[in-house]
């Protein structure tokens, strides 16, 4: 089913100039790139972004990190776009990542970790709605 889904290149990305890697290889899955800007991500919207984990030990520190740098969010559209682009982008938890993700390929670290995917439909629509009106 074709669905859309949200990915963020997060600081970390950026920094280590992994742009076009990260662009590339969902791309070569076949995902198209519908909408994608640069972003300076202000604390508030990190905030709504992670809302979920609001009341966890780390919010604090992925709120800062989040908002370390400037990020790349975009739009992402494709057969089952979110379970796709979970795969490309490997396990939030290092131990689990497999060579070929990204996570995987670029990552040893939990928070800085590269990218940042939707975890289902629900989630993909409500974080495409923050940064793209």
Same mark, same amino acid.
């Given at each position: 089913?074709?669905?859309?889904?949200?990915?963020?290149?997060?600081?970390?990305?950026?920094?280590?100039?992994?742009?076009?890697?990260?662009?590339?290889?969902?791309?070569?899955?076949?995902?198209?790139?519908?909408?994608?800007?640069?972003?300076?991500?202000?604390?508030?919207t990190a905030e709504k972004?992670? $809302?979920?984990?609001?009341?966890?030990?780390?919010?604090?520190?992925?709120?800062?990190?989040?908002?370390?740098?400037?990020?790349?969010?975009?739009?992402?559209?494709? $057969?089952?776009?979110?379970?796709?682009?979970?795969?490309?982008?490997?396990?939030?938890?290092?131990?689990?990542?497999?060579?070929?993700?990204?996570?995987?390929?670029?990552?040893?670290?939990?928070?800085?970790?590269?990218?940042?995917?939707?975890?289902?439909?629900?989630?993909?629509?409500?974080?495409?709605?923050?940064?793209?009106?």
């Amino acid at each position: 089913m074709i669905e859309e889904t949200f990915i963020m290149i997060k600081p970390d990305g950026v920094k280590k100039r992994l742009i076009g890697e990260v662009i590339k290889r969902f791309e070569m899955k076949q995902l198209e790139i519908v909408d994608l800007k640069m972003v300076d991500i202000t604390r508030e919207t990190a905030e709504k972004l992670y $809302e979920m984990h609001e009341t966890k030990v780390f919010f604090d520190r992925l709120i800062n990190f989040t908002i370390s740098g400037p990020a790349v969010v975009m739009r992402i559209r494709g $057969e089952d776009a979110v379970m796709n682009s979970r795969v490309i982008v490997g396990d939030t938890y290092p131990d689990k990542r497999l060579p070929g993700s990204i996570r995987g390929d670029f990552s040893p670290f939990l928070t800085e970790n590269i990218v940042h995917a939707s975890s289902s439909k629900e989630d993909a629509q409500r974080e495409i709605n923050i940064f793209f009106e």
